[in-house]
Nanobody, 123 residues
């Protein structure tokens, strides 16, 4: 059983930064997703187990960076130049199995999910 615990959310003004952390055990690819009220869960970023393959959604390109420190069993999402439309609950997720360098934008590809952390960006 993989347990995921997110932290680092909060209230920030537009243009500010936050770094989300996800403590995760297991040698799996990881993803970040977000869900705003009344909207579907959407892909934010993903990273392979070794960290050599990453992908960031178009909405976050140039502003968001995903990284991981496997020695600390932690995945990070650095979010800069935040906008009010980034307001959502952010979830980290772990792949169903060891996947090498493969990552995915599909929530269905991920098996384990954290409880989420709220990010609110004020204008």
């Amino acid at each position: 059983q993989v347990q995921l615990v997110e932290s680092g959310g909060g209230l920030v003004q537009a243009g500010g930064s936050l770094r989300l952390s996800c403590a995760a055990s297991g040698r799996y690819a990881m993803g970040w997703f977000r869900q705003a009220p009344g909207k579907e869960r959407e892909f934010v970023a993903a990273i392979s187990w070794g960290g050599g393959n990453t992908n960031v959604a178009a909405s976050g390109k140039g502003r968001f960076t995903i990284s991981r420190d496997n020695a600390k069993e932690t995945v990070y999402l650095q979010m800069n130049s935040l906008k009010p439309e980034d307001t959502a609950v952010y979830y980290c997720a772990s792949a169903r199995a060891a996947s090498g360098s493969t990552i995915s934008e599909s929530p269905a590809w991920y098996r384990y999910w954290g409880q989420g952390t709220q990010v609110t960006v004020s204008s």
